[in-house]
């Protein structure tokens, strides 16, 4: 653990939350993340074995509480009343980070899987038409492996797939990673991106007309703080 040297209350929390990934995996948290699987979804960069590490060294700190599941198999990870105070936090340095850190996203920092696991958790089925079961296709043009994703939705669950599901699709997302990218950070909106030519919507058309409002955010997107 780093060490400062200094009584700041500032040094001593950097001490506790200045590692690599710490705070990171505090987000995923936040986020609902509770198994270590779904920790290595939102953290896709992270190795096993740091993941690991951090999530003891946190657990040491009282930031992290970890349980054993239900079904005996594994462990289950919860904030503690520590960790939780940590959101204002977090949330101040998104904000911070969105207005002064965020310059043009590199190549190297697109990442289909973790967009794509964030547009599942802020997919917003209240706002789907028709009887609340629902297929939305997205294709990435330029991608060569994992191209295709789905998401299904039923009611309130929003699954993820990678495979083709049974039911009929009711949209057809057609786009680039680098355009639903930046839709979803809010660099973009929807219908720049259709006139454009960077984003195709073909489907059912109460699909297409409400696509802005289910898709989602990310949550420090401007137009959701």
Sequence with gaps: MIQYGQFCPIS????????????????????GADR????????PNISPTTLNRRLHELEGCGIVSRTRDESG????????????????????LGVWGMRWARGYMADNELDAHQLMF????????????????????FHFQDQESHADWWLKIDG????????????DEDLLVETTLRCLTEIWMGDVSPSQACRKGSLKLTGLLPYEKTFSKWLGRHRLNSSAI
């Design 118 to 137: 964030d547009v599942q958790r802020q997919c917003r089925p209240e706002h789907m038409p028709g009887s609340g079961r629902s297929v939305i296709h």
């Design 36 to 43: 270590f699987s779904m920790l290595e979804r939102g953290l």
């Design 12 to 31: 001593k929390a950097m001490e506790v939350l200045g590692e690599r990934w710490a705070l990171l995996i505090v987000r995923e948290l936040l986020l």
């Design 156 to 167: 309130d669950d929003v699954d993820l797939c990678l495979h083709r599901p049974g039911d």
């Design 73 to 92: 198999h594994g462990h289950r990870y919860a904030l503690t009343e520590s960790g939780r105070e940590l959101e204002p936090v977090l949330v101040g």
